[in-house]
């Protein structure tokens, strides 16, 4: 499909929004794709097994996504090999007294999806992603300096 990327800027601390991007069990509350997510183990670190139940185009997938990046406050990835191989990447920076996400993500379809990927698909998640990091920004940022969940 190529790479989705898409920026927000919240209004908290890095080390606050960090915390709750690497929370799977956060996911369901602001990723609309997000039907259930847990980890393997917790704290969350590299080599820790995200499992999570998603819905993108009407279609409900289980997908098994390993950590392999886990730099605090800086940069989390994560990539799944099953139904498709895809791989995320999150990078956090201070930005004007609060922090600027990009969440970008490649996945590789096969099959149909892999023809229809270029003019379907990547407009419909790089538009389905944005909403959802605009919700993301909008639950942190109604939320008191000291509730961390």
């Known amino acids: 499909m190529g790479r989705v ?8 601390p890095v080390g606050e929004v ?7 069990t956060n996911s369901p509350k602001w990723n609309s794709t ?3 997510s847990s980890a393997s183990e917790t704290p969350v670190d590299v080599g820790t097994t995200i499992r999570s139940r998603v819905r993108f185009l009407g279609r409900t ?16 990835v994560t990539e799944s090999l099953k139904p498709y191989r895809y ?7 201070p930005e004007n007294g609060g ?3 990009v969440r ?10 892999k023809f229809l990927s270029p003019i379907l698909i990547r407009p419909i998640a790089r ?23």
Do not use: C
Request: without cysteine.
């Open 5 to 12: 990327q898409n920026s927000v800027h919240i209004a908290r």
């Open 104 to 113: 970008a993500g490649d996945i590789d379809f096969r099959g149909p999806l």
């Open 127 to 149: 538009r389905t992603d944005q909403a959802s990091l605009e919700r993301m920004k909008s639950l942190l940022e109604s939320r008191t300096p000291s509730t961390t969940r």
């Open 87 to 93: 791989v995320l990447i999150w990078t956090f920076s």
């Open 18 to 24: 960090f915390a709750y991007v690497t929370d799977p």
């Open 34 to 36: 997000v039907l259930a």
């Open 61 to 76: 997938s289980d997908l098994d996504a390993t950590v392999r990046e886990f730099k605090p406050n800086t940069r989390f």
């Open 99 to 101: 922090t600027r996400v």
